[in-house]
Each structure stands twice: as structure tokens, then as C-alpha cells.
């Protein structure tokens, strides 16, 4: 099980310096990854009464690829994301931005992507919210395409294109696509498409069930689930009996990568973020 950290948003402010300092004592520590949340803005609340979703326009979400590319400059780390909420971007450009980050990185990313839920990011960002999920399954096959052809033509029922390609590919070919999942549809999705998948659930029943559900999909598509990729998050409290017994847990789910999160510190900085990552690697150890 490989074991990595989830970037704390909303917790290191605007210094580079603070960014470069986590991410190169990250590495130091003995951690294979870093994986970043993704949001391109934040409803008012304000103008939007009522609003309860865990981020607003005063959450400060950092933008991943082009943090990756700095952060690729300074670390040996794979780069993930979790997840780019790819139906309300051009399949293109992230095809581009994707390759460029796995190039920087000498073939170490994975591209996380995920449906989306925030209505009022697509609409700034000029993409349809309704009918997202289908659009969605339209790019996946898209960006593989990106990736491993030099050129193609496409006609699909959202997209077109006609006699092109990007340049240059990435080292992987095709990027390994990683998908958020927190739903039945999102379940099969990963089963029938995925490369792995990022349960929203820790161990136990529901994840069980969530399971099934992508080995039954895996099984239907004629793939064997045993390939597909499993990523777990846990959070650091500060616990080390309680931080190595939900480690266990998520090795004996047969978890293939596991990603520590130590958001609940919030704003403390850099230093405090760090800490807890170093007492989470002495029990690690």
C-alpha cells in the first residue's frame, strides 16, 4: 500500500515558500505521494441563501496543475488529483495540462477526476450542469485518445474533432484515470472505466457495498477488478493507536494507496501541518 498526503487547502495561504517547504519535507518523510482537491471557485453565501456545502467563495482552493508544475520542479513525489472536476472543462486543455504535468514529472501522475456537484461553478465556467455525466463519459474516451494518438477525428453527441492531436504526449500513454466516487452510477463508472478509485467512505459496510458494486461493473465490462486501483484517505487526530488501527483497516481492505489528511489542523501553517505529518510517519515506520 502506497501512502501519500492530501494537500491542505485552505490551510497554507499564498507563500511559495510555504508550498515548497511541504512539499519537499513531504518527500523527506517518506511519503509517495501528494494528492490536491480541486475547485475553480466558491458560491457567495450571500447570493446564494441557504448555501451548506463544505466551501464558499472565501475557501482558498490552489489550482492544481499549475501548482504541480512547481511543485514538480522541487520533489521526486507522484502528483495526484482528487479529483478535476472534468465536465466543466474543454477536454482539451486538460488533456494538455495533464500531459505537460506527467512529462515535468517523468511519468509520475495521476489524473483524479470526478462529475462535479457545484451548479454554480459550471455556470461561470459556460458548461452545462444537467446533463454532466454524460458529457463526462464522452471525455473519458476523449483524453485516452489525447494521449495515445497523434491524431484523430471525433464526432460524439458533445464534441467534435476533427483531424488533430496534442504534442507533446505524456510519458504515460494513457495518464492512469482515477475517479471520485460517492454514488452508485460513480460505483460502475469506476468498474466499467476507471483505473482506480477514490472511496468517499472509510472501511466497513459501505465500503463493502460500494465494492460489489464496481467488481459487478468491472466483471459486465469483461475487466478483472483485481487491477483496478484503490485509494483511501485518513485523517491524522493526533492519535497514534487510532491513526495505526485505521491504517490497518484500510491495508486489510486490500487498499492499494492510502493518503493522510491533516486539513483539521486548518490555518495553523505550515509548521503545524508538518508536525502531524511526522508523527503520523514515526508510527508509519
Known amino acids: 500500500m502506497r501512502i501519500g498526503v492530501v494537500f491542505p487547502q485552505n490551510s497554507l495561504g499564498a507563500d511559495p515558500g510555504e508550498v515548497r517547504a511541504y512539499g519537499q519535507a513531504v518527500e523527506e518523510l517518506g511519503y509517495r505521494h501528494i494528492r490536491i482537491a480541486d475547485h475553480v471557485l466558491g458560491a457567495d453565501r450571500d447570493a446564494h441563501p441557504g448555501w451548506t456545502r ?20 522541487i520533489t521526486g513525489v507522484e502528483l495526484v488529483t482528487s479529483v478535476i472536476i472534468l465536465p466543466q472543462r474543454q477536454t482539451a486543455l486538460v488533456a494538455k495540462q495533464a500531459a505537460e504535468v506527467d512529462l515535468l514529472t517523468g511519468g509520475k501522475f495521476r489524473l483524479g477526476i470526478g462529475v462535479g456537484w457545484n451548479a454554480v ?31 484523430f477525428t471525433h464526432r460524439g453527441e458533445f464534441e467534435t474533432v476533427t483531424g488533430a492531436g496534442i504534442a507533446p504526449r505524456p510519458v504515460q500513454r494513457p495518464i492512469p484515470l482515477w475517479f471520485g466516487a460517492q454514488s452508485a452510477p460513480a460505483y460502475r463508472r469506476a468498474g466499467r472505466l476507471g483505473d482506480g478509485w477514490f472511496p468517499m467512505v472509510q472501511p466497513g459496510p459501505d465500503l463493502e457495498a ?76
Open 54 to 73: 463544505p466551501y464558499d467563495v472565501d475557501t482558498e482552493i490552489r489550482e492544481p496543475f499549475v501548482l504541480f508544475g512547481f511543485l514538480a520542479a
Open 121 to 151: 461553478e459550471f455556470e461561470a465556467l459556460g458548461q452545462s450542469f444537467d446533463d454532466r455525466g454524460k458529457r463526462y463519459d464522452e471525455q473519458i474516451t476523449l483524453l485516452r485518445r489525447y494521449w495515445t494518438e497523434r491524431s
Open 210 to 285: 460500494a465494492r460489489r458494486i464496481v467488481d459487478r461493473a468491472a466483471l459486465e465490462a469483461g475487466r478483472d477488478s483485481a487491477g483496478i486501483g484503490i485509494e483511501g484517505g485518513l485523517a491524522w487526530t493526533g492519535s497514534p493507536d487510532e491513526f495505526a488501527t485505521g491504517v490497518q483497516a484500510w491495508r486489510e481492505t486490500g487498499a492499494t494507496h492510502l493518503a493522510i489528511n491533516t486539513s483539521q489542523i486548518g490555518r495553523a501553517g505550515v509548521d503545524a501541518h508538518l508536525k502531524a505529518l511526522t508523527e503520523a510517519a514515526e508510527v508509519l515506520r
